[in-house]
């Protein structure tokens, strides 16, 4: 059965950084393209990031552009999330997903002072 | 960016009644393969989003037959045959078609 699960999540400061973790089981990772989706409080899903199947290509929405950095190391299974220069806004639940069917359960990231 | 419009927003029903939802997009969502990569979501409260449908119309595994999804183009519409309590909660679309992929702003079933 496919399992993806975050970790990482937390408390941080505005300006400071967290990594989050996404680790897959259940399907040959490696074959796969895998995004982050985050969600703020009362709102709609944000597609924020992706990475191919090797690590090659990614692509990063405009709103967090230059701060997230995506990556993922096949021989762990994993697909992690480097955030970086963290605002309030960024307060959301952050998804691993695996196409659009597969998701994690989710790692909060609150940003607050 | 696509924007995706749903309508309603907010959907009273009663148990066992019919039920639809429209999404409509600023572009078109054909994209060069002839595919339409349009995908209705359910999220119950506390859970990961649900995909149901995705290419427009095709059920993903374990979801009940209630629901099914039409359109082309830019207008699109899931409907629930008849709706069971279980069924409440925020209903999505999502376009794949064009980068960078988007959601609409959600239509939140309840019970009447």
């Known amino acids: 059965e496919v399992h993806l699960v975050e970790s990482g999540g937390g408390l941080v400061q505005p300006g400071g950084s967290l990594r989050l973790s996404c680790v897959a089981s259940?399907?040959?990772?490696?074959?796969?393209?895998m995004y982050w989706v985050r969600q703020a409080p009362g709102k709609s899903p944000e597609y924020i990031s992706g990475?191919?199947?090797?690590?090659?290509?990614?692509f990063y929405a405009n709103s967090v552009k230059g701060r997230f950095t995506i990556s993922r190391d096949n021989s762990k299974d994993t697909l992690y999330l480097q955030l970086g220069s963290l605002r309030p806004v960024d307060l959301a639940v952050y998804y691993c997903?695996?196409?659009?069917?597969?998701w994690g359960q989710g790692a909060l990231v609150t940003v607050s002072s | 960016d696509v924007v995706l419009t749903q309508s309603p927003l907010s959907l009273p029903v009663t148990l066992g009644q019919p039920a639809s939802i429209s999404c409509r997009s600023s572009q078109s969502l054909v994209y060069s393969d002839g595919n339409t990569y349009l995908n209705w979501f359910q999220q119950r409260p506390g859970q990961p989003p649900r995909r149901l449908i995705h290419k427009v119309s095709d059920r993903d595994s374990g979801v009940p037959d209630r629901f099914s999804g039409s359109g082309s183009g830019t207008d699109f519409t899931l409907k629930i045959s008849r709706v069971e309590a279980e069924d409440v909660g925020v209903y999505y679309c999502?376009?794949?078609?064009?980068?960078?992929?988007?959601f609409g702003q959600g239509t939140k079933l309840e019970i009447k």
């Open positions: 997903a695996r196409g659009w069917f597969r």
């Open positions: 259940g399907f040959t990772f490696s074959n796969y393209a």
């Open positions: 999502m376009q794949g078609t064009h980068w960078r992929f988007t």
């Open positions: 990475i191919n199947n090797n690590g090659s290509a990614t």
